[in-house]
C-alpha cells in the first residue's frame, strides 16, 4: 500500500511530522493494508495564521482494489488529531465497502 502525505504551505510538514503521521496511519489502518493500492493524505490549515477551535483538516483517499475511491474528512484542533479523526472515520467506510462485498450467509 503507497501512502502519499501532502500538506498545505501552513502547515508544518518535516520529515519527522510526515514520519511520524505515516506510521500512525499504518498502524490504524494495517488490517486494509493488502486490499488497498494507495492511500492519499491532504493536511491543510483552514484559516492561516488566525488561530480557532477546529482550524486543522485532513482529508483521506483510500483507493481499494478493484473499487473507486473513498474519501473522507475530519477537523480538530491539531494535525495529529485530525488525522486520527479522519482516519477512525476511514476504517469504518472500509468496513462497510468491502463488508458489502463479503457473502455473509455463506452462500
Do not use: W, Y
Not at 473507486?68 to 482516519?87: F, K, L, R
Amino acid at each position: 500500500m503507497l501512502l502519499q502525505i501532502n500538506t498545505d504551505n501552513r502547515v508544518d510538514g518535516n520529515a519527522a511530522v510526515i514520519d511520524d503521521l505515516e506510521a500512525g496511519l499504518r498502524a490504524q489502518l494495517s488490517r486494509f493494508e493488502s486490499r488497498l493500492t494507495r492511500i492519499e493524505v491532504h493536511v491543510s490549515d483552514l484559516n492561516a495564521d488566525k488561530s480557532g477551535a477546529e482550524d486543522k483538516r485532513c482529508m483521506l483517499e483510500a483507493r481499494p482494489n478493484g473499487l473507486g475511491p473513498v474519501c473522507v474528512t475530519n477537523d480538530a484542533a491539531t494535525v495529529e488529531q485530525a488525522v486520527e479523526g479522519a482516519a477512525d472515520k476511514l476504517l469504518v467506510v472500509l468496513e462497510r465497502t468491502f463488508g458489502k462485498l463479503t457473502n455473509r450467509k455463506g452462500h
